[in-house]
């Protein structure tokens, strides 16, 4: 069985101490919470294992990749983080689920049981998709759930899916959409449920098998991330081609006319997108291609943009709210009157950090890229 000093030795966690201060200094959790760093994981790591499976900090890392990206690769926090939680879920230690939980337990529900709930009734026409027999699949991911869950964060997840299809349509593919569809287990894999998200990853790929699609795009980053890297690594090789639904759009510009829009706009990196899959240009190609747009840039972009706060529905805080809105924050600085970005989650995060009057400080408006775009559409 790996231990927690074989994983710090696979991930080079020890080289943390070389750059400490850099990173510490830019770790978004550690910038509004004294009690936490990346040297202090990697001390825990070294000199008391078994109490850093114990520690809250594991949870409280946003496995943004940051560490990563600072130190050019030589130390991979992110994934040391994500399976030192496997080893803290099998002593009996978890993080805080948010939301009750709910978003976690549905994933797991939808593992474990033969549930299959319906996946294609929010489609309606002028919307195009096919059930099968295509060459592009479109993945929905967790959507439908979202919006379900939290129907007053509006535009919701589906409208965005929604928007995504017709997307789609325009640049002349009509993708299939599975009925048979489950999470792709992005948040059971992070929060330590490794089995639980093999058994999903291997009920997917076979339901993408059986579509007979070369070629599935995604919208959601998790989403994205975790079919075109974490099932290769769990599962073993693809046979289909992953995308993301802003590299499909960028590469058929050509096909989309959009109507004037004057807006200064600022782009947010999601973690997952930007510095997981290293897809920086193609939401800004396109938002460069709306007639009126100004896109202006923040303060920390691209492969230093800050991480929207928290991740997989755990450990949502005090500082997680902090990090939201300093985030808005720099939009402001900006100078932009929105802030775009292509991942629900982040939506929701930074809605929901604006929602109370405490936390309202920041006049930004949040908007879906996707959801823009389309309303933009000629």
């Not at 689920?97 to 049981?113: D, F, P, W």
């Not at 997981?276 to 492969?303: D, F, K």
Request: net charge neutral; aromatic share 8%.
């Amino acid at each position: 069985m790996t231990s927690v000093e074989d994983l710090a030795g696979q991930c080079n966690i020890q080289a943390v101490r070389k750059d400490a201060e850099k990173l510490n200094a830019a770790c978004p959790v550690a910038r509004v919470n004294p009690g936490f760093s990346p040297e202090r994981i990697a001390n825990l790591s070294e000199k008391d294992p078994p109490g850093l499976i114990r520690s809250p900090l594991v949870w409280e890392c946003l496995t943004c990749h940051l560490c990563r990206e600072i130190t050019r690769g030589q130390v991979d926090m992110s994934r040391f983080v994500r399976d030192v939680r496997q080893m803290a879920v099998k002593a009996g230690f978890r993080g805080t689920e948010t939301h009750g939980g709910i978003l976690i337990t549905a994933q797991r529900l939808n593992a474990r049981t033969g549930l299959k709930p319906s996946r294609t009734d929010w489609i309606a026409p002028p919307l195009r998709v096919r059930s099968k027999g295509g060459e592009y699949l479109y993945w929905v991911g967790g959507a439908p759930f979202f919006a379900a869950v939290m129907p007053d964060l509006r535009p919701t997840p589906l409208d965005s899916a929604r928007a995504a299809i017709g997307l789609l349509n325009r640049v002349g593919i009509e993708p299939i959409v599975l009925e048979d569809e489950r999470f792709s287990g992005h948040d059971l894999l992070w929060t330590g449920e490794a089995e639980l998200f093999r058994t999903l990853a291997e009920q997917n790929l076979q339901a993408i098998k059986r579509s007979g699609a070369k070629v599935v795009i995604v919208s959601s980053p998790e989403d994205y991330y975790t079919l075109a890297e974490s099932y290769g690594e769990y599962c073993g090789g693809l046979d289909f081609e992953v995308f993301h639904i802003t590299e499909i759009l960028a590469s058929r510009l050509s096909g989309l006319e959009f109507g004037e829009w004057q807006e200064r706009v600022t782009y947010h990196d999601p973690c997952r997108l930007g510095r997981g899959m290293g897809v920086y240009e193609p939401p800004r190609q396109i938002l460069s291609a709306v007639p009126g747009l100004e896109l202006v840039e923040m303060e920390n972009t691209r492969e230093f943009s800050l991480c929207c706060g928290t991740s997989c529905w755990t450990n949502c805080r005090g500082y997680s709210k902090l990090i939201q809105v300093n985030r808005l924050r720099e939009a402001a600085a900006a100078g932009a009157q929105s802030l775009v970005t292509t991942c629900w989650e982040c939506i929701l995060h930074f809605r929901c950090a604006t929602r109370p009057e405490a936390w309202r400080q920041v006049f930004v408006e949040v908007k879906d890229l996707l959801g823009l775009l389309a309303s933009r559409l000629h």
